[in-house]
């Protein structure tokens, strides 16, 4: 069945660095935007970065821009999202999405992973 | 960037009401709205796009209106399992979403 599952959270320093990524299945993954959003404990929901299908683009929230980078490896099905200079505000259940629409980045979010925890404390 | 503002935060509704939440951008986003559901512990889940469309598998009791700035997300006949945390989101520009509306038990 289509689905994503995240994965590389965990406990991390400010400052240091973490990688998280999303593995695809059940759908051509090379032919779908896709996208990080957060959710810090007890708050709502943050749009954090996309990628389009083919990785020709990539934008990212100003709370974010320098720090984090977007990818794909369309051969492996996974997305990635590196993040350094990691700060307490950054702690948040990490989110991957899917868009909707094939080829089309900017559409709704139809397919959500299971969201993987990252905590930043020293 | 566009704002979105979402009323009430928090609904305290019985089975079987009409409930109706207001999803309002800070500038024209078309028709290019989303709304989630979701509950404690889980991912959110699409229900309606575009503003209006329902999305596959999603219970007819939702339904979505409005263009332009201001939108809304009504459930006909709140179920059990409809009490959860609603989200509105704009894709017009970028991707923003609402703060949230707690629907909660009466």
């Known amino acids: 069945q289509v689905q994503l599952v995240e994965s590389g959270g965990g406990v991390v320093q400010p400052g240091r660095s973490l990688r998280l990524s999303c593995a695809a299945s059940?759908?051509?993954?090379?032919?779908?935007?896709m996208h990080w959003v957060r959710q810090a404990p007890g708050k709502g929901l943050e749009w954090v970065a996309v990628?389009?299908?083919?990785?020709?683009?990539?934008y990212y929230a100003d709370s974010v821009k320098g720090r984090f980078t977007i990818s794909r490896d369309n051969s492996k099905n996974t997305l990635y999202l590196q993040m350094n200079s990691l700060r307490a505000e950054d702690t948040a259940v990490y989110y991957c999405?899917?868009?909707?629409?094939?080829?089309?980045?900017?559409?709704?979010?139809?397919?959500w992973g299971q969201g993987t925890m990252v905590t930043v404390s020293s | 960037d566009i704002q979105m503002t979402q009323s009430p935060s928090t609904l305290s509704a019985s089975v079987g009401d009409r409930v109706t939440i207001t999803c309002r951008a800070s500038?024209?986003?078309?028709?290019?709205l989303a709304w989630y559901q979701q509950k404690p512990g889980k991912a959110p889940k699409l229900l309606i796009y575009?503003?209006?469309s329902l999305e596959s598998g999603v219970p007819s009791r939702f339904s979505g209106s409005g263009s332009g700035t201001e939108f809304t997300l009504t459930i006909s006949s709140l179920q059990p399992d409809d009490f959860a945390t609603y989200y509105c989101?704009?894709?017009?520009?970028?991707?923003?979403f609402g703060q949230g509306t707690k629907v909660e038990i009466k």
């Open positions: 500038q024209s986003i078309s028709s290019w």
């Open positions: 575009k503003a209006s």
């Open positions: 989101q704009q894709y017009n520009s970028f991707w923003t």
């Open positions: 059940g759908f051509t993954f090379s032919s779908y935007g």
């Open positions: 990628i389009w299908y083919d990785g020709s683009n990539k």
């Open positions: 999405a899917r868009a909707r629409i094939t080829m089309i980045v900017a559409n709704a979010f139809d397919i």
